[in-house]
């Protein structure tokens, strides 16, 4: 049997290649996929600064005991360094802070961000002092080459820097060459150590080994000094992290979208390998017929299939690991672009996610010829001549209980979505979406009868003769037409779900924004943050009515008590919630955003405070302390004082600005909100707040309605990559659609030939291949609607509180219009094709 099916492939190319096209491009994407996924889990990147350092000893970035990560970036405690140095092995331990600055005077008028050291952070990198002395002195700072002669700046030349929310000159002592960013400044250790966002407190210890000594010993040793507290010790390209932690905080946005999509590009691949395999062997029944009714076994048929399947996949997808993994690394080019992850991510795609891609791709096109051959193997040699032509049966228990199981799986999520929070609803929507699809797939040839029957009157009424003869087709091979309907229902039904899925989340954003956004001007400072005590200058100046400082961040609201109490050590350890934290101030908040206090006041919100959002507050009550981690890992127990309304996913932790300021990554307060007296026009009270007379110099100051557009850029920057990867599943599913349709009718070339025989023309053949072709676009592009409304209604109730949907009309429409041109032009191309045979070589060729 296994000679026979190699021998058969070349009899039944059609088949094959349409198999093949399927499993290649399914196995790239699901490789690709793959290798993004592995990319994100191993936050690799090659250090620059710190490359000349051994080892790189950071804050651990992950919250124990979770894949879930700290935002804001953890620091070490400054007398960390003598516990590094003590190490054996150790000839220097160097600490190194990182400090967001901004040159206000680049000597052209401008404003250039940059990023500020410590000068002894120079030992750890490979900087050359080019020109000048090092700033060892107050006031004094090293350039980078690249970034002086950009500003138009020397050695002794005044320049001002604004650096830990005040603006001050400093004198250029030294220019340095060195790696990386070019918009570095090297301040004196003591003004790095004063600017600081948190006293006594700093980013990574560079250790340099002694000359001989084993890196990895060291390492070891460096962390049994740690064992008591959480850190990283890193060597290699996991140095980056120190240098970069948004690789860890941001890299994990790459770990959930890939791990989404290369889920539901997996699933396509299923269906799609599935759906094209069985059409395959479906084609082939009467060839399966006689090899039953000469005496082949059901084993050895059954072995036939699996051997020719295994050979076409083995090739598809070996091949498709070639294209796979340059895939994921363009895939991660555009991710860069859209600033969804860190430029310096490497990407790192080893075998595993080719054995996966590879394996899935393999699996699935062995399942699904099983399944398929199972039916024609079992089936007695005359039943299986009397149904070659014409299959009936297509129903069995197997099919039923997969079917119920996916339908039923998309019920239980569209109940799970309708109940998470908004800004997680997608995350139950589209595997949703997916096991809709499968369930209306495997009950395909039931569905398109039905369709078949609805549409049965109509056609006939404008297509005459023509459509009565598709029609009567179309009923006689309802399982054949139903592997040319699914497609389409894929393609139409994803695109639809998933693209208005994305228009939806992005509008429940903005509107979220919008609708809590009241402040008229909103203040930012060229030095990167603001002093919390600047919020009391604004607030005295004309024409302003409340002002509040904005500090966003995110944390962990930990278990309480009670929970501990119910674990006692049985089951699964209660873990944190994620929350995003924001720093305000009391006086202010409710007149420049659209919070409303429950219960409590928010006047109280002072010091070792806290206000809950209600569906946080659940089981507190005021007065109570509830346990936290900050952005940055910082164990607290604030008092509750307030419990604040909510838009449903879009609720945030309201604590005093002082104190998230002081744990966010780059400290100080990065906007000051500014409500306007009645009758102040809100663009004179921001001219007055930044010009000669503003409290500080190198404020910044922005209207609403600009917020909004900035906020609506961002979203949509970020939304693009989540279009980059739908784009690229319907994109496959689109090419199993035509793949599936050119197939289906290019295998009808017998019968064509014979209604050509009996006197039938090419144009009365073509205008029934059209009606068939319009009833398969109906049929698909109806249940693909279904599809779509059974997964976006329960999303938009999530996000938008109301069964529409958000997004224009003109993308559904373009999405049927798409479908109807895909299905019309593959069908009647692919039956233009086959009628170029003449009627007596089509009767005599080989099936």
């Known amino acids: 049997m296994i000679g026979l099916a190699l021998r058969s492939l070349k009899f039944h190319k059609g088949g094959f290649i349409a198999s093949f096209i399927a499993l290649f491009f399914g196995a790239s994407i699901v490789i690709a996929c793959g290798g993004l996924l592995e990319t994100g889990i191993r936050g690799l990147a090659a250090p620059q600064r710190l490359g000349g350092a051994q080892i790189v000893v950071t804050g651990e970035q992950n919250y124990p005991g979770s894949n879930k990560v700290f935002q804001e970036r953890v620091r070490l405690d400054a007398a960390d360094v003598r516990k590094v140095a003590a190490v054996p092995g150790v000839e220097a331990a160097v600490p190194d802070v990182s400090l967001p600055l901004t040159l206000v005077s680049d000597g052209r008028g401008g404003e250039v961000a940059a990023t500020g050291h410590g000068w002894a952070s120079t030992a750890l990198g490979p900087y050359r002092l080019t020109e000048g002395t090092p700033p060892t002195g107050n006031g004094r700072v090293a350039l980078d080459a690249r970034l002086a002669a950009a500003a138009g700046s020397h050695v002794g030349d005044r320049i001002t820097l604004g650096l830990g929310g005040a603006v001050r000159p400093y004198e250029v002592a030294a220019l340095v060459s060195g790696p990386g960013d070019s918009a570095t400044v090297f301040l004196s ?21 002694q000359a001989g000594a084993a ?94 399947t295994f050979v076409v996949a083995l090739f598809a997808t070996a091949l498709a690991c070639v294209p796979g993994p340059r895939l994921g690394e363009w895939l991660l080019g555009r991710f860069v672009d859209a600033q969804v992850v860190p430029d310096v991510v490497m990407y790192r795609a080893g075998w595993i996610p080719l054995v996966a891609g590879a394996g899935a791709a393999l699996l699935t096109s062995l399942g699904a010829a099983y399944i398929a051959a199972r039916g024609a193997a079992r089936t007695r040699p005359t039943e299986a001549l009397a149904e070659a032509s014409v299959q009936r049966r297509w129903f069995n228990w197997i099919r039923a209980v997969v079917a119920v199981l996916c339908l039923g799986g998309g019920t239980v999520l569209a109940f799970v979505t309708m109940q998470m929070a908004g800004a997680k609803a997608g995350s139950a929507a589209t595997p949703a979406a997916m096991l809709w699809a499968v369930g209306f797939g495997l009950l395909g040839p039931g569905l398109t009868k039905l369709m078949t029957a609805l549409l049965h009157w109509p056609l006939r009424a404008f297509t005459g003769f023509a459509g009565q003869l598709a029609l009567l087709n179309a009923r006689a091979r309802a399982i054949r037409m139903a592997g040319a309907v699914m497609p389409v229902m894929l393609a139409t039904g994803l695109a639809s779900a998933l693209i208005y899925l994305q228009t939806t989340q992005s509008a429940g954003a903005e509107e979220a924004f919008k609708d809590n956004l009241r402040a008229d001007v909103v203040i930012t400072s060229a030095s990167g943050g603001m002093p919390p005590s600047l919020v009391d200058q604004v607030r005295r100046r004309p024409g302003v009515e409340a002002v509040s400082a904005y500090v966003p961040s995110s944390g962990f609201l930990e278990p309480s008590k009670a929970e501990w109490a119910r674990y006692n050590g049985k089951g699964k350890a209660p873990k944190g919630t994620p929350v995003q934290i924001n720093g305000v101030s009391p006086e202010g908040i409710e007149r420049t955003t659209a919070v409303s206090v429950v219960s409590g006041r928010l006047a109280d919100l002072r010091a070792d405070t806290v206000a809950l959002p209600e569906s946080s507050a659940k089981g507190h009550r005021i007065g109570d302390r509830i346990p936290m981690r900050l952005g940055d890992g910082t164990k607290i127990e604030p008092t509750l004082v307030a419990t604040v309304g909510e838009r449903r996913g879009y609720g945030a932790v309201l604590m005093p600005a002082s104190v998230v300021a002081e744990h966010t990554t780059k400290g100080g307060v990065p906007q000051i909100l500014v409500a306007a007296q009645p009758g102040t026009d809100a663009g004179s009270l921001a001219g007055r707040l ?25 979203n949509d920057t970020q939304t693009w990559v989540a279009y980059l990867l739908v784009a690229m599943v319907i994109g496959y599913a689109v090419i199993a659609l035509v793949n599936t349709l050119v197939m289906a009718t290019v295998e009808r070339r017998r019968e064509f030939t014979l209604q050509r025989l009996i006197g039938a023309t090419r144009a009365q053949v073509m205008r029934m291949m ?16 279904l599809v779509a409304a059974a997964t976006l209604v329960p999303l938009s109730y999530a996000v938008l509180d109301r069964a529409l949907p958000s997004g224009p009309p003109s993308i559904l429409a373009a999405v049927v219009a798409s479908a109807f041109v895909l299905t019309l032009g593959a069908t009647l191309l692919a039956a233009r094709i086959a009628l170029r045979t003449r009627p007596s070589a089509a009767v005599g060729s080989r099936e």
Not at 707 to 713: G, M
Not at 773 to 784: K, R, V, Y
Request: proline letters at 4%.
């Open 690 to 714: 930044t010009g000669p007379d503003a409290p500080a110099p190198g404020l910044h100051a922005a209207d609403r309605a600009s917020l909004v557009t900035a906020q609506v850029k961002q």
């Open 189 to 209: 250790d003591a003004d790095a150590a004063q600017a600081a966002p948190q006293n006594g407190k700093i980013d990574a210890i560079g250790v340099v080994t």
């Open 770 to 785: 059209t009606v068939e072709a319009l009833l398969t676009a109906f049929s698909g592009i109806a249940l693909g609607m």
């Open 215 to 308: 890196t990895e010993k060291v390492r070891a040793d460096v962390m049994r000094a740690f064992k008591d507290t959480p850190v990283s010790v890193l060597t290699g390209d996991e140095r980056g992290r120190a240098e970069f932690p948004e690789v860890v905080t941001r890299g994990k946005n790459l770990v959930s979208m890939s791990a989404v999509f290369g889920g539901l590009a997996a699933m396509v691949t299923v269906f799609v390998v599935a759906s094209t395999l069985g059409l395959s062997i479906q084609q082939r029944q009467r060839q399966m017929a006689l090899l039953r009714a000469i005496g082949s076994t059901p084993g050895q048929v059954r072995r036939m299939i699996l051997a020719e």
